[in-house]
């Protein structure tokens, strides 16, 4: 039997002497309150797709395909249901964040039913079904933010549609006689390398991962509302799946920003910059946000690209307090150790998870609290 050679040859790129890397950051891009609410009128009036999903991704004027997001890896879209309308099931390994910015509607989940309403915010899952279904009587728009761009870019989205009736995620076949339990784990040496059996690799220690629901009206009351009230003016919105990185999900933080009226003006100066993305849905209130030396105003409904990685930036309120989320890929840096941070532009850079870390933060606090 002939056996034909079908490989593409490789490049061999000489890279010696190169000078360092240095980040290559899209620019900032604000999309407004109209333009996502005329892609909602345009997603509402359309004829109804076969399985039901009415969205529009929104992309960076520097995205390319395969990958196309509104940051580099981070995909955000546009998805509605009108009323009575659900859309068929669904799972994939993308994990999600859904923001509901108009109407209300269910989410179904492997774990339940969350019952999303206007600003609360849900986490989905890698791998585990979900359907949405609008009972109300409006249009229902969510903001779903995924890692399905940076997967899209990897070659490996992965995504099927899910029986109209399901139970549970498929568990695979179990053989108690080959599994992580039984292999070899072998210290190598005396500082803490190891060898492992392979099954190690096919059978990992599970975390539970489960959708989670944080609603609005729940974590608003914890923010500040009136000046010297002496709550927070930002929190994060924590799965303990997430562990160590901090995230709403493994590859996402979730920050929710309140600050009152009648503070003072914050002082114009230098920002600070970090190699994670933010993108901001501002909820309420005025404001600019100075990015790389551009001012770049937003009020209520707006959504910005606030701050592209490596890019320095700083945001100023205007008098009317705002409301802010920030949708962050923290987590995903943090497990690549790559998320480095610099609060002074002439401080250090210091790699967040990896050594310690900034402290001395009063900012989102009253000192003391």
């Known amino acids: 039997m002939s056996i034909t050679d079908t490989r593409t040859a490789a490049r061999m790129v000489d890279l010696s002497g190169d000078p360092a890397s240095r980040p290559q950051p899209w620019a900032p891009i604000k999309v407004t309150r109209a333009e996502i609410e005329a ?37 955000v879209a546009i998805e509605v249901l009108n009323p009575c309308e659900q859309a068929d099931p669904l799972r994939e390994n993308a994990h999600r964040v859904e923001i509901g910015i108009a109407g209300s509607g269910r989410i179904d989940t492997g774990d339940g039913e969350i019952a999303l309403a206007h600003l609360d915010v849900a986490n989905l899952p890698s ?4 359907r949405f279904r609008n009972d109300g009587p409006d249009v229902w728009a969510r903001l779903s933010y995924s890692n399905a761009a940076l997967l899209e870019q990897l070659g490996v989205h992965y995504a099927e549609d899910v029986d109209r009736v399901w ?27 190891r060898l492992r059996g392979y099954e190690h690799l096919v059978d990992i220690e599970v975390v539970d991962s489960r959708a989670l629901h944080w609603p609005w009206a729940e974590v608003s009351p914890h923010l500040s509302q009136t000046l010297g009230d002496g709550r927070r003016t930002i ?24 600050m009152p009226p009648g503070r003072p003006p914050r002082p114009r100066g230098p920002g600070h910059r970090h190699s994670s993305a933010a993108i901001n849905y501002h909820v309420r209130g005025t404001g600019f ?81």
């Open 167 to 193: 139970s549970s995620t498929p568990v695979s076949e179990q053989d108690d006689q080959y599994t992580r339990v039984t292999a070899p784990d072998i210290a190598i040496g005396d500082s803490g390398a």
């Open 289 to 369: 946000s100075t990015v790389d030396g551009q001012d770049i105003s937003w009020e209520a409904g707006d959504l910005l690209l606030s701050a592209p990685g490596w890019l320095e930036h700083a945001h100023y309120e205007g008098p009317d307090g705002i409301a802010v989320y920030t949708v962050q890929d923290h987590p995903l840096h943090i497990g690549m150790e790559s998320l480095v941070w610099q609060e002074k532009m002439d401080g250090p850079v210091l790699a967040l998870g990896s050594e310690a870390g900034q402290t001395g933060y009063v900012g989102p606090r009253e000192a003391g609290a």
């Open 127 to 130: 791998m585990k079904p979900f």
């Open 39 to 75: 892609e909602i009128d345009r997603l509402a009036s359309a004829p109804r797709p076969a399985n039901g999903r009415r969205v529009g991704r929104i992309v960076h004027p520097s995205a390319t395909a395969p990958g196309l997001g509104f940051a580099p890896g981070i995909s």
């Open 235 to 258: 929190m994060a919105l924590y799965n303990p799946a997430s562990q160590r990185r901090q995230g709403a999900t493994h590859n996402f933080f979730v920050t929710a920003t309140s």
